[in-house]
């Protein structure tokens, strides 16, 4: 009935499922209530073009056009909102800077005259320059996934929620997936279970990759008073130690924290949330009485910090679309286009030819050796 089945609705799988679905009969099965409701709905909910390793840039850099001007019908406002992505750092840091921008020569330098101004709440003395990159912008993660989620039910794909997958096996050119209270059977399998990724390989007899879930969280604070925040940038310490932004006239804040983790139901943990508080009181002058609202997310990375998209060296029709990290949602039009170009063997759609080029720097074969 089925040609492909993906297993994990969010926005990794929900994206790859509306791809395949123009082509295939696909079957996407959701272990949770709803799509999205793990890393995916979590989202700090930004678009750096600038952040991550080459892989993560190029498959980002594919997906702004997608973003910037989606296809009739996928969502009723714009994807991206303009907001100016800033790197800064200490005098102590001065190298960590040097090194980004010769890395990325995109970014344009400041000093600490020109940081007082665009975040009037930096305290004096503290940070010495940035690198502003004015092509980034805040991403509204919900319109995306609903995006996704429309355009694939349009194709016809075909959603289950409340199954969670017991049991994975493969025969006569099938694999039968068991559900609490079915068996579904498909010549292929997706892999886009996010943190539980490796337990889902685990239930077809595979070797772990090593994927390794992070916890990141994050919290809500109040503005300054009479303070217009809504045009100041998106904060990110050069080293990753802290980034702060606006978020609907609050200050959203993460201590950028990655503490392994178990797949399971994030929450934040009050450690992680006064290591948040210290290191933004450190070069900011706010006064803050309470925190509004916390909450915490699984990054899951490989053990390389690159994605992992291609079928398994071993296993005939499983195909691995895990390992996102924070990224998963700012590159998930052109991760989607390359699982369906590899899957189908199809031709990459205009725009998305560069993405090419990173197919060998994905496959699961890299841990096969």
Not at 246 to 259: C, K, Y
Not at 293 to 308: E, I, N
């Amino acid at each position: 009935m089925y040609d492909i089945i993906v297993i994990g609705a969010g926005i990794a799988g929900t994206s790859a499922a509306a791809e395949l679905a123009m082509d295939a009969r696909v079957l996407l099965l959701e272990a949770e209530a709803r799509p999205g409701m793990h890393a995916s709905g979590r989202s700090a909910a930004y678009f750096a073009p600038t952040y991550g390793n080459e892989v993560v840039q190029n498959l980002t850099a594919a997906s702004e056009r997608f973003f910037r001007k989606p296809p009739t019908g996928f969502a009723e406002a714009p994807l991206i909102h303009p907001r100016d992505l800033l790197f800064v750092g200490t005098q102590a840091q001065a190298a960590s800077i040097d090194a980004m921008q010769a890395a990325s020569p995109s970014l344009s330098v400041i000093d600490a005259a020109e940081l007082a101004k665009r975040v009037p709440i930096i305290k004096a003395g503290t940070l010495s320059q940035g690198l502003i990159d004015p092509v980034g912008g805040d991403l509204d993660v919900d319109a995306v996934l609903q995006g996704y989620l429309r355009l694939y039910r349009q194709r016809g794909g075909a959603l289950l929620t409340n199954s969670a997958v017991t049991g994975l096996s493969y025969s006569l050119g099938q694999w039968q997936v068991a559900l609490s209270d079915r068996q579904i059977t498909a010549p292929i399998i997706v892999n886009a279970a996010g943190a539980w990724a490796d337990e889902v390989a685990a239930l077809a007899s595979l070797k772990p990759l090593g994927l390794m879930p992070k916890r990141r969280t994050a919290i809500l604070l109040n503005a300054p008073a009479l303070a217009d925040i809504k045009d100041w940038p998106m904060v990110i310490d050069v080293d990753e130690q802290f980034y702060f932004k606006p978020d609907a006239g609050q200050i959203l804040l993460s201590p950028a924290d990655e503490t392994p983790s178990l797949p399971c139901d994030a929450q934040p943990e009050e450690l992680d949330i006064a290591i948040a508080m210290d290191r933004f009181l450190a070069v900011v002058d706010l006064d803050i009485k309470s925190i509004n609202h916390s909450w915490a997310g699984l990054r899951t990375f490989a053990p390389d910090k690159t994605f992992v998209v291609g079928f398994d060296p071993i296993a005939k029709g499983f195909f691995w679309l895990a390992g996102q990290g924070g990224y998963g949602v700012q590159s998930s039009p052109g991760m989607s286009q390359l699982a369906r170009h590899l899957i189908l063997q199809s031709a990459l759609p205009t725009g998305y030819e560069r993405i090419k080029a990173s197919v060998e720097a994905v496959s699961p074969t890299r841990f096969s050796s």
